[in-house]
Each structure stands twice: as structure tokens, then as C-alpha cells.
T-cell receptor
């Protein structure tokens, strides 16, 4: 099955910097989701987006559902060490969910 | 509220052995699924179930069996383990609203030698 194109694959940033990552697809999705995975644990939902053009925030995290319904981005502002982990995007149509390969974020204190 | 519970957390098998990975959820979710996670490949769907008594294949079903006799449980069985099945396995569930998100367990790390 087709996976999503997520970039960048990895990021090394300084504490306090802002981070941006995105996901694109050749298919339209009705829902975009962003998950974070800490080492040794399962992905945890950060933000869910349900409408094209929707911009949603969760603390320092902001995500947008692209107007074409084929893309989404996630921004993290003023990064802190606990932001370290792997971030996954997911596109969802009913029960059909496709994942990006993940963005591995490293934050240097 | 435990959410999605997977056991065991770690497992080492020899080639040819069989085993069952357990998954249980206490959220009364109709939809349950199994994924494997390999480096650089994201999450790939193995099998899924939309309700008790109903299962279907995902993207990478070969070498795996599932059953869904109750709403709560969705075990994944490896019939004859192979080194290519070394991976981290995640069980996930969601309610039956079409675009509700998946809730994941904490994974089972399987090594096949």
C-alpha cells in the first residue's frame, strides 16, 4: 500500500529552535493525524485534523491540513529536550490509514 | 483505563518456532489492527478487524494469522518464525467512527534468530 512522503527524515536542532516537518501524498485524505513515538513506546496522538485548511494548535505544536487534502505540516515552536522522538504523519479515509516513514528529532541542550 | 495492552514486551524466537502476540483493549473499540515497524519503513499494516468474527489482510499478511473471537482481544500468531519477521509489532484500535484516530499499544520487540 502507498505510504506518505514525510520529510525531513531526521533533524538535529538546538534547544529553543523552531521545527517544521511535512507530509505529502498523491491521494486525498479526509483526516490527517500527527503522532509522536518515544523510545520503547507506541505512537501517541498529538493532533488530529478533520477539515481542509484547518489549522490546529496543541501547546507549542501547530499542524495544518493542506487545502488540497494531499498534505499536512507540523510545527514545533521553542523546542525543549523532551521533544526528542520520532514524529509520524498519517492520512486516514474511514478505516484506511497510511503512515509516513517518520521524522527523527534530536534536540541538543 | 489501560487502553491497548500488548504482551510480551520482548521475545526472542528461533527460526521455525511459533508464538502468539497478545493484544487487548478496554475501550470497546470495534476496529483493531496489527502493524510492524521496521527502520526507515514506517508502520505497515499486517491484519485488521472491524469487529468480532471479522478479520482481513493488510499490506504484509504473509506468515501471520489473526482471530477475533471477542471485541477486546486480537491476537497475532506467527506460524513459523523467520528472521525477516524480526521487527517491532504494534497493536492499535479505534472506534467505528470512520475518521477517529488509532490508539496504539506499547509494542512487542521480536527477534528471530
Amino acid at each position: 500500500g502507498q505510504q506518505l512522503n514525510q520529510s525531513p527524515q531526521s533533524m538535529f536542532i538546538q534547544e529553543g529552535e523552531d521545527v517544521s516537518m511535512n507530509c505529502t501524498s498523491s491521494s486525498i485524505f479526509n483526516t490527517w493525524l500527527w503522532y509522536k513515538q518515544d523510545p520503547g513506546e507506541g505512537p501517541v496522538l498529538l493532533i488530529a485534523l478533520y477539515k481542509a485548511g484547518e489549522l490546529t494548535s496543541n501547546g507549542r505544536l501547530t499542524a495544518q491540513f493542506g487545502i488540497t487534502r494531499k498534505d499536512s505540516f507540523l510545527n514545533i515552536s521553542a523546542s525543549i529536550p523532551s521533544d526528542v522522538g520520532i514524529y509520524f504523519c498519517a492520512g486516514l479515509n474511514n478505516n484506511d490509514m497510511r503512515f509516513g516513514a517518520g521524522t527523527r528529532l534530536t534536540v541538543k541542550p | 483505563n489501560a487502553g491497548v495492552t500488548q504482551t510480551p514486551k520482548f521475545q526472542v524466537l528461533k527460526t521455525g518456532q511459533s508464538m502468539t502476540l497478545q493484544c487487548a483493549q478496554d475501550m470497546n473499540h470495534e476496529y483493531m489492527s496489527w502493524y510492524r515497524q521496521d527502520p526507515g519503513m514506517g508502520l505497515r499494516l499486517i491484519h485488521y478487524s472491524v469487529g468480532a468474527g471479522i478479520t482481513d489482510q493488510g499490506e504484509v499478511p504473509n506468515g501471520y494469522n489473526v482471530s477475533r473471537s471477542t471485541t477486546e482481544d486480537f491476537p497475532l500468531r506467527l506460524l513459523s518464525a523467520a528472521p525477516s519477521q524480526t521487527s517491532v509489532y504494534f497493536c492499535a484500535s479505534k472506534d467505528d467512527r470512520g475518521n477517529s484516530p488509532l490508539h496504539f499499544g506499547n509494542g512487542t520487540r521480536l527477534t528471530v534468530t
